[in-house]
T-cell receptor
Framework: SQQGEEDPQALSIQEGENATMNCSYK?????LQWYRQNSGRGLVHLIL?????REKHSGRLRVTLDTSKKSSSLLITASRAADTASYFC????????????FGGGTRVLVKP | DGGITQSPKYLFRKEGQNVTLSCEQN?????MYWYRQDPGQGLRLIYY???????QKGDIAEGYSVSREKKESFPLTVTSAQKNPTAFYLC????????????FGEGSRLTVL
């Protein structure tokens, strides 16, 4: 079952704008990860945030984690047309035993 | 270059046939995974293996089988018992442990005619 839920399911923005997407989960985690998938391709790892961390940055990406609300957000700043893709959160649940559970994804369209 | 290779990229199958999807990695990773992705959906775990000669069922293992005879190889067989096999199949590997980051192949798209 998919324990992570992304919101929104789809997002359309203009180049240069920021894109924010959220992920909610249900039980205690070891870490939460974000992945990107271009159409018809494999997933690419973007960033991992551990349960004792609150915020991480990587280039134009900023991820936050609020364990009290069981939620995470991914912010892409100054978006580019090349950022058009689907973005997935994946949770490493403590009870799951070293396997990730993926959400349904957010489809992001960046218009030039 | 190090990475994960899936083959074939596209595969067509008649109903009632078994097919095997190949997944090879040269990253020296201990853990390997198979996921299924349906259109517009997220990934669902089929099988995973954390060490050679051992594997566990994921959330949707029915109608699938795997083997892990070598560290670098984790083939997936889609059997005739899988009722709706048309999907995009993704293989991944991980160094295991606390890292957790998955490295994915480019996927295999299976269509049942």
């Amino acid at each position: 079952s998919q324990q992570g839920e992304e919101d929104p399911q789809a997002l359309s923005i203009q180049e240069g704008e920021n894109a924010t997407m959220n992920c909610s989960y249900k039980t205690s985690i070891n870490n939460l990860q974000w992945y990107r998938q271009n159409s018809g391709r494999g997933l690419v790892h973007l960033i991992l945030i551990r349960s004792n961390e609150r915020e991480k940055h990587s280039g134009r990406l900023r991820v936050t984690l609020d364990t009290s609300k069981k939620s995470s957000s991914l912010l892409i700043t100054a978006s580019r047309a090349a950022d058009t893709a689907s973005y997935f959160c994946a949770t490493d649940y403590k009870a799951a035993g070293n396997k990730l559970t993926f959400g349904g994804g957010t489809r992001v369209l960046v218009k030039p | 270059d190090g990475g994960i290779t899936q083959s074939p990229k596209y595969l067509f199958r008649k109903e009632g046939q078994n097919v095997t999807l190949s997944c090879e990695q040269n990253l020296n990773h201990d853990a390997m995974y198979w996921y299924r992705q349906d259109p517009g959906q997220g990934l669902r775990l089929i099988y995973y293996s954390q060490i050679v000669n051992d594997f566990q069922k994921g959330d949707i293992a029915e109608g699938y089988s795997v083997s892990r005879e070598k560290k670098e190889s984790f083939p997936l067989t889609v059997t005739s018992a899988q009722k709706n096999p048309t999907a995009f199949y993704l293989c991944a590997s991980s160094p295991g442990g606390a890292s957790g980051e998955l490295f994915f192949g480019e996927g295999s798209r299976l269509t049942v005619l």
